[in-house]
T-cell receptor
Framework: SQQGEEDPQALSIQEGENATMNCSYKTSINNLQWYRQNSGRGLVHLILIRSNEREKHSGRLRVTLDTSKKSSSLLITASRAADTASYFCATDGYSSASKIIFGSGTRLSIRP | DSGVTQTPKHLITATGQRVTLRCSPRSGDLSVYWYQQSLDQGLQFLIQYYNGEERAKGNILERFSAQQFPDLHSELNLSSLELGDSALYFC?????????????FGEGSRLTVL
């Protein structure tokens, strides 16, 4: 991977449970974003967290950022079948903001 | 609808051929990013343009080239195609550079090399 790794690679949970995905990156960053991709479609932005922030919330989403560990996590609470998708983190490098690198993604399946 | 338009949606061609993928960014966006996504893989950053100028380059092969025109649309040229070039190619646009704002993605161009 150019920049980030995500784990787990795949996650299957029951509807109503919480899903947690993790992202690690290699270099210092300015910002980190999470995106969602339905199968074969374009990615859709979910949430942005800046390097000086530790936690952000948006609806059922909670994102944390630990710059000392170069890692972030995305928590989706009370999952729904419609949350089935792949989730990617994206980072812009501190020294090269123009190079936006995506992690390898977590494939989330919600069982009804 | 993200406002980003990519054409063609699907393309089937033979090894050794050359193709051009086109991207029209969202109205008002100055940055265009190109990514390659192979089957069930992550997105590989290829190249970024801002207001007509190349700003960042990723692991883009020498057989690939791109440009952004004065009207801000962008083209990705892939030549001497190989089987391994089969992938989904995404274009994304944003107002500026970096991740201070979100990227808006097109629906991709699916390239199949036979």
């Amino acid at each position: 991977s150019q920049q980030g790794e995500e784990d787990p690679q795949a996650l299957s949970i029951q509807e109503g449970e919480n899903a947690t995905m993790n992202c690690s990156y290699k270099t210092s960053i300015n910002n980190l974003q999470w995106y969602r991709q339905n199968s074969g479609r374009g990615l859709v932005h979910l949430i942005l967290i800046r390097s000086n922030e530790r936690e952000k919330h948006s609806g059922r989403l909670r994102v944390t950022l630990d710059t000392s560990k170069k890692s972030s996590s995305l928590l989706i609470t009370a999952s729904r079948a419609a949350d089935t998708a792949s989730y990617f983190c994206a980072t812009d490098g501190y020294s090269s903001a123009s190079k936006i690198i995506f992690g390898s993604g977590t494939r989330l399946s919600i069982r009804p | 609808d993200s406002g980003v338009t990519q054409t063609p949606k699907h393309l089937i061609t033979a090894t050794g051929q050359r193709v051009t993928l086109r991207c029209s960014p969202r109205s008002g966006d100055l940055s265009v990013y190109w990514y390659q996504q192979s089957l069930d893989q992550g997105l590989q950053f290829l190249i970024q343009y801002y207001n007509g100028e190349e700003r960042a380059k990723g692991n883009i092969l020498e057989r690939f080239s791109a440009q952004q025109f004065p009207d801000l649309h962008s083209e990705l040229n892939l030549s001497s195609l190989e089987l391994g070039d089969s992938a989904l190619y995404f274009c994304a646009s944003s107002i500026g550079t970096g991740l201070t704002g979100e990227l808006f993605f097109g629906e991709g161009s699916r390239l199949t090399v036979l």
